[in-house]
Nanobody, 116 residues
């Protein structure tokens, strides 16, 4: 049974930091590209960051580049998103995504709220 379980979301003040994690199971994690997306209620889900299977190739949305860092630990089947210098506009539910060829899986999301 495939599972992607996000954790680490919460409430943080502007300028603060947070790290969200996504633990994977039920598939060969090391062969899947991993990504983070986010969604605000009433808006479309948007791409945040992605990382290749080896953890070397990364890509970021312009809105988070330089503030967020994606990483993965294939031994632990886990992908991370370190978020620094958080802004109120980063408030969203953050979703983990796994993709390999025509296979694609989503987690249920973890909420992040940035507010003073």
């Amino acid at each position: 049974q495939v599972q992607l379980v996000e954790s680490g979301g919460g409430f943080v003040q502007p300028g603060g930091s947070l790290r969200v994690s996504c633990a994977a199971s039920g598939f060969t994690f090391s062969t899947y590209g991993m990504s983070w997306y986010r969604q605000v209620s009433g808006k479309e889900r948007e791409f945040v960051a992605s990382i290749g299977t080896g953890g070397i190739t990364t890509n970021y949305a312009d809105s988070v580049r330089g503030r967020f860092t994606i990483s993965r630990d294939n031994a632990k089947s886990t992908v991370y998103l370190q978020m620094n210098s958080l802004k109120p506009e980063d408030t969203a539910v953050y979703y983990c995504n796994a993709r390999y060829r025509w296979y694609e899986y989503w987690g249920r999301g973890t909420p992040v709220t940035v507010s003073s």
